[in-house]
Protein backbone atom coordinates (compact mmCIF):
# COMPACT_ATOMS: atom_id res chain seq x y z
CA UNK A 1 0.00 0.00 0.00
CA UNK A 2 1.54 3.56 -0.71
CA UNK A 3 1.81 5.51 1.95
CA UNK A 4 0.29 8.82 1.58
CA UNK A 5 1.65 10.90 4.02
CA UNK A 6 3.76 12.83 2.08
CA UNK A 7 0.60 14.32 0.56
CA UNK A 8 -2.10 14.01 3.14
CA UNK A 9 -3.00 14.54 6.84
CA UNK A 10 -6.06 12.56 8.83
CA UNK A 11 -8.51 14.81 10.40
CA UNK A 12 -7.47 12.52 13.24
CA UNK A 13 -3.77 13.59 13.23
CA UNK A 14 -5.04 17.43 12.61
CA UNK A 15 -6.84 17.23 15.50
CA UNK A 16 -3.86 16.15 17.71
CA UNK A 17 -1.66 18.37 16.50
CA UNK A 18 -4.22 21.99 16.10
CA UNK A 19 -1.43 23.66 18.71
CA UNK A 20 1.17 22.67 17.49
CA UNK A 21 3.60 25.59 16.90
CA UNK A 22 5.01 24.16 13.79
CA UNK A 23 1.72 23.22 12.01
CA UNK A 24 -0.31 26.00 9.75
CA UNK A 25 -3.97 25.17 8.84
CA UNK A 26 -4.95 26.89 5.07
CA UNK A 27 -8.34 27.49 3.99
CA UNK A 28 -7.70 27.28 0.42
CA UNK A 29 -11.55 27.30 -0.66
CA UNK A 30 -12.95 28.56 -4.11
CA UNK A 31 -15.39 28.48 -6.21
CA UNK A 32 -16.55 29.28 -9.22
CA UNK A 33 -18.43 32.76 -9.56
CA UNK A 34 -21.27 30.95 -11.34
CA UNK A 35 -21.21 28.81 -8.03
CA UNK A 36 -22.92 31.50 -6.09
CA UNK A 37 -20.69 31.11 -3.18
CA UNK A 38 -18.40 33.52 -1.53
CA UNK A 39 -15.58 31.44 0.14
CA UNK A 40 -13.97 34.51 1.92
CA UNK A 41 -16.89 34.95 3.48
CA UNK A 42 -17.52 31.09 4.49
CA UNK A 43 -14.46 30.88 6.23
CA UNK A 44 -15.22 34.27 8.17
CA UNK A 45 -18.27 32.03 9.45
CA UNK A 46 -16.66 28.75 9.89
CA UNK A 47 -13.22 27.58 9.60
CA UNK A 48 -11.21 25.07 11.21
CA UNK A 49 -9.36 26.58 14.73
CA UNK A 50 -6.63 28.50 13.97
CA UNK A 51 -6.55 28.80 10.02
CA UNK A 52 -5.87 31.67 7.87
CA UNK A 53 -7.45 31.81 4.75
CA UNK A 54 -5.53 31.56 1.64
CA UNK A 55 -7.44 34.08 -1.12
CA UNK A 56 -6.17 32.11 -4.60
CA UNK A 57 -7.85 35.14 -6.20
CA UNK A 58 -6.08 38.08 -4.38
CA UNK A 59 -2.52 35.58 -4.07
CA UNK A 60 -2.34 36.17 -7.83
CA UNK A 61 0.11 37.59 -10.42
CA UNK A 62 -1.07 42.01 -10.32
CA UNK A 63 -0.05 42.21 -13.99
CA UNK A 64 -1.76 39.82 -15.45
CA UNK A 65 -5.27 40.05 -16.59
CA UNK A 66 -5.93 36.70 -16.40
CA UNK A 67 -7.81 34.92 -13.27
CA UNK A 68 -5.96 33.91 -10.57
CA UNK A 69 -2.77 33.44 -11.96
CA UNK A 70 0.46 32.46 -10.11
CA UNK A 71 2.23 35.20 -8.74
CA UNK A 72 5.27 36.22 -8.65
CA UNK A 73 7.48 34.83 -6.51
CA UNK A 74 8.56 38.23 -4.72
CA UNK A 75 4.45 38.55 -4.50
CA UNK A 76 4.35 34.95 -2.87
CA UNK A 77 7.38 35.78 -0.59
CA UNK A 78 5.14 39.06 0.57
CA UNK A 79 1.41 37.33 0.83
CA UNK A 80 2.97 34.05 2.94
CA UNK A 81 4.85 36.00 5.40
CA UNK A 82 1.82 38.39 6.07
CA UNK A 83 -0.05 35.40 6.66
CA UNK A 84 2.44 33.96 9.00
CA UNK A 85 3.88 31.41 7.02
CA UNK A 86 7.48 30.15 6.74
CA UNK A 87 9.32 27.40 4.80
CA UNK A 88 10.36 25.52 8.58
CA UNK A 89 6.39 24.98 8.79
CA UNK A 90 4.07 22.26 7.97
CA UNK A 91 1.05 23.15 5.81
CA UNK A 92 -1.80 21.77 5.85
CA UNK A 93 -4.17 22.59 3.87
CA UNK A 94 -8.10 22.28 3.09
CA UNK A 95 -11.10 23.50 1.16
CA UNK A 96 -15.02 23.27 2.09
CA UNK A 97 -15.61 20.84 -0.67
CA UNK A 98 -13.34 18.43 0.28
CA UNK A 99 -10.86 18.17 -2.76
CA UNK A 100 -11.51 20.84 -4.95
CA UNK A 101 -9.17 24.15 -4.86
CA UNK A 102 -6.97 22.89 -1.81
CA UNK A 103 -4.47 21.32 -5.00
CA UNK A 104 -4.36 24.38 -6.31
CA UNK A 105 -2.68 25.81 -3.00
CA UNK A 106 -0.64 22.83 -2.44
CA UNK A 107 0.71 23.00 -5.81
CA UNK A 108 1.75 26.67 -5.46
CA UNK A 109 3.30 26.07 -1.96
CA UNK A 110 5.07 23.45 -3.59
CA UNK A 111 6.17 25.86 -6.84
CA UNK A 112 7.18 27.92 -4.23
CA UNK A 113 9.25 25.89 -2.61
CA UNK A 114 7.99 24.97 -0.24
CA UNK A 115 9.38 21.65 1.90
CA UNK A 116 6.46 20.38 3.78
CA UNK A 117 3.22 21.04 2.36
CA UNK A 118 0.21 18.67 3.04
CA UNK A 119 -3.61 18.40 2.07
CA UNK A 120 -5.87 17.58 5.10
CA UNK A 121 -7.87 14.21 3.89
CA UNK A 122 -11.90 14.65 3.40
CA UNK A 123 -11.44 18.55 4.11
CA UNK A 124 -13.51 20.57 6.40
CA UNK A 125 -16.48 18.28 4.98
CA UNK A 126 -15.02 15.43 6.87
CA UNK A 127 -13.92 17.50 9.92
CA UNK A 128 -17.32 18.49 10.82
CA UNK A 129 -18.82 15.73 10.02
CA UNK A 130 -17.14 14.24 12.44
CA UNK A 131 -18.04 16.79 15.33
CA UNK A 132 -14.40 18.14 15.50
CA UNK A 133 -13.84 21.81 16.67
CA UNK A 134 -14.94 24.73 14.65
CA UNK A 135 -14.43 28.82 14.97
CA UNK A 136 -15.69 32.17 13.52
CA UNK A 137 -12.32 33.95 14.60
CA UNK A 138 -10.31 36.47 13.09
CA UNK A 139 -7.36 34.50 12.88
CA UNK A 140 -3.82 36.69 12.55
CA UNK A 141 -0.56 34.85 12.94
CA UNK A 142 2.57 36.81 13.30
CA UNK A 143 4.46 38.07 10.39
CA UNK A 144 7.02 35.50 9.39
CA UNK A 145 9.64 35.51 6.58
CA UNK A 146 9.16 33.01 3.55
CA UNK A 147 11.51 32.72 1.23
CA UNK A 148 10.18 31.72 -1.84
CA UNK A 149 12.51 29.25 -4.20
CA UNK A 150 10.57 29.35 -7.61
CA UNK A 151 10.45 26.08 -9.70
CA UNK A 152 9.91 27.59 -13.60
CA UNK A 153 9.09 24.13 -14.96
CA UNK A 154 6.24 23.37 -13.03
CA UNK A 155 4.50 26.21 -15.06
CA UNK A 156 3.55 26.14 -19.08
CA UNK A 157 2.83 29.01 -21.21
CA UNK A 158 0.60 29.19 -24.55
CA UNK A 159 3.50 29.24 -25.99
CA UNK A 160 5.17 26.18 -24.58
CA UNK A 161 1.88 24.63 -25.14
CA UNK A 162 1.76 25.46 -28.95
CA UNK A 163 5.36 24.43 -29.01
CA UNK A 164 4.73 20.98 -27.47
CA UNK A 165 2.03 19.77 -29.38
CA UNK A 166 3.28 20.57 -32.42
CA UNK A 167 6.04 18.45 -31.81
CA UNK A 168 4.40 15.34 -30.41
CA UNK A 169 6.47 15.56 -27.16
CA UNK A 170 3.87 16.59 -24.82
CA UNK A 171 0.65 15.13 -23.69
CA UNK A 172 -1.81 17.42 -22.38
CA UNK A 173 -4.32 16.67 -20.18
CA UNK A 174 -7.96 19.03 -19.35
CA UNK A 175 -9.47 18.31 -16.18
CA UNK A 176 -12.49 20.56 -17.08
CA UNK A 177 -15.95 18.38 -17.41
CA UNK A 178 -16.00 16.18 -20.35
CA UNK A 179 -19.29 18.22 -22.03
CA UNK A 180 -17.10 21.52 -21.81
CA UNK A 181 -13.76 19.76 -23.49
CA UNK A 182 -16.12 18.39 -25.91
CA UNK A 183 -17.71 21.45 -26.49
CA UNK A 184 -21.44 20.70 -25.69
CA UNK A 185 -21.56 23.03 -22.86
CA UNK A 186 -20.46 26.89 -22.39
CA UNK A 187 -17.74 27.72 -20.75
CA UNK A 188 -18.50 29.90 -17.14
CA UNK A 189 -16.87 32.92 -18.84
CA UNK A 190 -18.81 34.13 -21.17
CA UNK A 191 -16.32 35.47 -23.65
CA UNK A 192 -14.24 32.40 -23.89
CA UNK A 193 -15.08 29.62 -26.85
CA UNK A 194 -16.27 26.26 -26.21
CA UNK A 195 -13.98 23.28 -27.33
CA UNK A 196 -10.12 22.61 -26.80
CA UNK A 197 -6.84 22.43 -27.35
CA UNK A 198 -6.15 20.35 -30.48
CA UNK A 199 -4.29 17.38 -29.56
CA UNK A 200 -5.50 17.48 -25.63
CA UNK A 201 -6.92 14.69 -23.81
CA UNK A 202 -10.04 14.57 -21.54
CA UNK A 203 -9.88 13.32 -17.62
CA UNK A 204 -12.35 15.60 -15.83
CA UNK A 205 -10.86 16.28 -12.09
CA UNK A 206 -13.64 15.01 -10.41
CA UNK A 207 -12.78 11.29 -12.10
CA UNK A 208 -10.38 11.39 -9.31
CA UNK A 209 -12.51 12.12 -6.68
CA UNK A 210 -14.93 9.85 -4.63
CA UNK A 211 -17.08 11.81 -1.32
CA UNK A 212 -14.37 14.31 -1.11
CA UNK A 213 -11.27 12.46 -1.51
CA UNK A 214 -8.65 11.20 -3.90
CA UNK A 215 -9.33 7.95 -4.64
CA UNK A 216 -6.75 4.90 -4.14
CA UNK A 217 -3.43 4.94 -6.25
CA UNK A 218 -4.82 1.74 -8.76
CA UNK A 219 -8.05 3.76 -9.51
CA UNK A 220 -5.59 6.69 -10.50
CA UNK A 221 -3.61 4.70 -12.46
CA UNK A 222 -6.72 3.46 -13.83
CA UNK A 223 -8.44 6.43 -14.80
CA UNK A 224 -4.80 7.79 -16.63
CA UNK A 225 -5.44 4.86 -18.18
CA UNK A 226 -8.68 4.78 -19.58
CA UNK A 227 -8.04 8.37 -20.46
CA UNK A 228 -5.46 7.02 -23.08
CA UNK A 229 -2.44 8.85 -21.00
CA UNK A 230 0.95 7.97 -21.22
CA UNK A 231 2.83 8.24 -17.72
CA UNK A 232 5.92 7.93 -19.20
CA UNK A 233 6.36 10.75 -21.81
CA UNK A 234 6.13 14.60 -20.64
CA UNK A 235 2.78 15.49 -19.23
CA UNK A 236 1.05 18.99 -18.70
CA UNK A 237 -2.08 19.90 -17.35
CA UNK A 238 -4.89 22.59 -17.87
CA UNK A 239 -8.13 23.25 -17.14
CA UNK A 240 -10.43 26.53 -17.22
CA UNK A 241 -8.03 28.82 -15.34
CA UNK A 242 -5.65 26.54 -13.75
CA UNK A 243 -7.48 25.65 -10.68
CA UNK A 244 -8.56 22.25 -10.98
CA UNK A 245 -5.95 20.88 -13.35
CA UNK A 246 -3.70 20.76 -10.05
CA UNK A 247 -5.34 17.88 -8.85
CA UNK A 248 -4.35 15.97 -11.78
CA UNK A 249 -0.73 17.45 -10.67
CA UNK A 250 -1.55 15.85 -7.49
CA UNK A 251 -2.46 12.35 -8.56
CA UNK A 252 0.73 12.14 -11.07
CA UNK A 253 2.65 13.05 -8.43
CA UNK A 254 1.25 9.74 -6.09
CA UNK A 255 1.86 8.11 -9.01
CA UNK A 256 5.60 9.11 -9.16
CA UNK A 257 5.21 10.92 -11.94
CA UNK A 258 7.70 13.89 -12.12
CA UNK A 259 8.52 16.99 -14.67
CA UNK A 260 4.31 17.51 -14.83
CA UNK A 261 4.02 21.37 -15.75
CA UNK A 262 0.36 23.17 -14.99
CA UNK A 263 -0.61 25.39 -17.85
CA UNK A 264 -1.69 28.42 -16.15
CA UNK A 265 -3.56 30.45 -18.19
CA UNK A 266 -5.36 27.47 -19.51
CA UNK A 267 -8.70 27.49 -21.58
CA UNK A 268 -9.53 30.89 -20.03
CA UNK A 269 -6.36 32.11 -22.12
CA UNK A 270 -6.31 29.99 -25.01
CA UNK A 271 -10.09 29.85 -25.72
CA UNK A 272 -10.16 33.51 -25.27
CA UNK A 273 -7.63 35.04 -28.14
CA UNK A 274 -9.04 35.40 -32.11
CA UNK A 275 -6.43 32.90 -33.35
CA UNK A 276 -5.61 30.15 -31.53
CA UNK A 277 -6.95 26.37 -33.09
CA UNK A 278 -9.63 25.48 -31.18
CA UNK A 279 -11.12 21.70 -31.62
CA UNK A 280 -14.70 19.92 -30.57
CA UNK A 281 -15.84 16.56 -29.84
CA UNK A 282 -14.08 14.02 -28.35
CA UNK A 283 -10.39 13.22 -28.84
CA UNK A 284 -8.83 10.96 -31.09
Partial sequence: MT???????STAWLGEHLADPGVVVVDGSWHLAT???????????????????????????????????????QEFTAAAGALGIDGGLKIVVYDSLG??????????????????????D????????????????????????????????GVADRASIAAGLAGGGV?????????????????????????????????????????????????????FAEAGIDLAGPIVTSCGSGINAATLNLALDILGVSGVGLYDGSWTEWGALPNTPIAVGSPD
Avoid: C
Fill in 35 to 73: AGRNARQEYDEIHIPGAVFFDIDAISDKENPLPHMLPTP
Fill in 171 to 223: TLVDARPAVRFRGEAPEPRPWVKSGHIPGSRSLPATELIADGRLKPPAALREA
Fill in 122 to 153: GGLPKWRAEGRPLAADTVVRPPRSFKAKYAPD
Fill in 3 to 9: DLSTWFV
Fill in 99 to 120: LSSAPRVWWTFKVMGAGDVVIL
